[in-house]
């Protein structure tokens, strides 16, 4: 199986600051196709997971371009710039390339 | 809009059987593949099930081999997961979700307990 590390565990961050995520994984997620499939979620309090990029560097619909996705191979980073309080919650990398699917243990997101 | 709205959880006894059920809105149900993915409490986030959009393959993780059943009965939008032989690991919120993982349901919650 693929192995997703994720770090940090948790970042602190003010309003209207960047924050970045680190997203490594145990192989290359370069599938046959030539597309990497590798995925940005949220987890807002009390919610479901929420997509936010597709194939590492593709917002999801209604996304804020404040999220942007990029790597390549087995090291990708989520970056959030002018952070609001909606953005709190836990971000998942998560890798579509093989089966079975696998996500990262997650990075919380709190607001100073 | 697109909805995914699961039912069927509780709490069972170890050893027992639970069939959730996730009902599709706002998209053509048939012509999607359909995941299962479970989160145990304070826990990430664990993928268990595929189904392809004509039922012609499935998947499934290897911590539910065996036990679990994914099927989808394109007529009433419903996809399905029947749980046999429930263990106290198997507790967790399970979310149905589409084929990109980009719509997921609200979770129902499943506890498995003595």
């Known amino acids: 199986d693929v192995v997703m590390t994720q770090t940090p565990v948790s970042l602190s961050v003010s309003l209207g600051g960047q924050v970045s995520i680190s997203c490594r994984s145990s192989?290359?997620?370069?599938?046959?196709?030539?597309?990497?499939?590798l995925s940005w979620y949220l987890q807002k309090p009390g919610q479901s997971p929420q997509l936010l990029i597709y194939?590492?560097?593709n917002r999801f619909s209604g996304i804020s371009d404040r999220f942007s996705g990029s790597g390549s191979g087995t090291d990708f980073t989520l970056k959030i710039s002018r952070v609001e309080p909606d953005d709190l919650g836990v971000y998942y990398c998560?890798?579509?390339?093989?089966?079975?699917?696998?996500f990262g243990s997650g990075t919380k997101l709190e607001i100073k | 809009e697109v909805q995914l709205v699961e039912s069927g959880g509780g709490l069972v006894k170890p050893g027992s059987s639970l069939k959730l059920s996730c009902v599709a809105s706002?998209?053509?149900?048939?012509?999607?593949?359909m995941h299962w993915i479970r989160q145990a409490p304070k826990k990430g986030l664990e993928w268990i099930a595929l189904?392809?959009?004509?039922?012609?393959?499935?998947y499934y993780a290897d911590s539910v081999k065996g036990r679990f059943t994914i099927s989808r009965d394109n007529s009433k939008n419903t996809l399905y997961l029947e749980m046999n032989s429930l263990r106290s690991e198997d507790t967790a919120m399970y979310y149905c979700?589409?084929?990109?993982?980009?719509?997921w349901g609200q979770g129902v919650m499943v506890t498995v307990s003595s």
């Open positions: 998560g890798q579509g390339t093989q089966y079975p699917l696998t």
């Open positions: 706002g998209f053509t149900f048939s012509s999607y593949g």
């Open positions: 192989q290359s997620l370069v599938h046959n196709n030539g597309n990497t499939y």
């Open positions: 979700a589409t084929y990109g993982l980009d719509y």
């Open positions: 194939k590492v560097s």
């Open positions: 189904i392809y959009y004509d039922s012609s393959n499935k």
